[in-house]
């Protein structure tokens, strides 16, 4: 397709901002007002429009395809959205240890058990640690608490929460992720930590590689996204 603006401005709107091409409001890919919540976000989501060439490539937009995903479906369904989110918790990949005599649990209590000791005390819920991979219920009580704080989520946090949970395997590091203080390059690499484990065994070819860079760069983009979403300028308006 063919790029068929001239000037990307973001303009206030009833509810937040929006993006206007040549002074037009853009809607979702379903339709809907693109009404995004800060204005942080609706510059970024403004550069990717900017940083188009004479041909459009679809492929460029992922900020836009996550706030629109946010606006046409998770706002829908912002329960069923964060009951997916809690289903992590039951196979949290930083509560599931390798055996204590194997060389990778250390490891990984080295790397894991500070980010999971550290989401205890914030939330208030105990985690059990599992060695080998048979599945062990978390209780209630932390179940019960997690679900309670997923329900105070808007969608454009449910969003981006969902693609760092889903690409960790961790609702620890996803949520650990929307601290203010987060070192987001920290939690990612510490969900990658069997990935890398093996690497340093056996090496990584290429194809390997590639999976790792793009899921890396998707897992900070949501990390983004979701600081932008909360971020004030500096009158502190949102």
């Not at 992720?177 to 340093?200: F, G, P």
Request: hydrophobic share 45%; aromatic share 8%.
């Amino acid at each position: 397709m063919k790029r068929f603006w001239k000037d990307v401005s973001v303009i206030a709107a009833e509810g937040g901002w929006q993006i206007a091409l040549d002074g037009r409001a853009i809607k979702t890919q379903g339709g809907k007002a693109q009404i995004l919540p800060t204005r942080a976000l609706a510059e970024m989501l403004a550069g990717e429009w900017r940083a188009q060439g004479d041909e459009v490539d679809p492929a460029t937009f992922p900020l836009r395809d996550m706030a629109d995903y946010a606006i046409d479906q998770v706002a829908a369904d912002p329960a069923g959205a964060a009951a997916k989110l809690l289903a992590y918790a039951e196979t949290d990949t930083l509560c599931y240890r390798a055996d204590p005599d194997e060389p990778l649990h250390a490891r990984q209590q080295d790397v894991w058990e500070p980010i999971v000791t550290a989401f205890e005390a914030r939330e208030g819920v105990r985690l059990a640690r599992v060695s080998g991979i048979v599945h062990h219920l978390q209780p209630d009580a932390t179940m019960n608490a997690l679900r309670a704080r997923l329900a105070r989520f808007d969608p454009f946090i449910l969003a981006p929460l969902e693609v760092m949970t889903a690409l960790s395997a961790s609702l620890c590091v996803g949520l650990s992720a929307l601290e203010r203080d987060a070192d987001h390059a920290a939690l990612w690499t510490a969900s990658e930590l069997e990935e890398h484990w093996q690497a340093e065994l056996w090496g990584r070819d290429e194809e390997a590689k590639a999976r790792h860079d793009t899921r890396t760069k998707a897992f900070m983009l949501a990390a983004d996204f979701a600081r932008a979403a909360t971020a004030t300028d500096n009158n502190g308006e949102a």
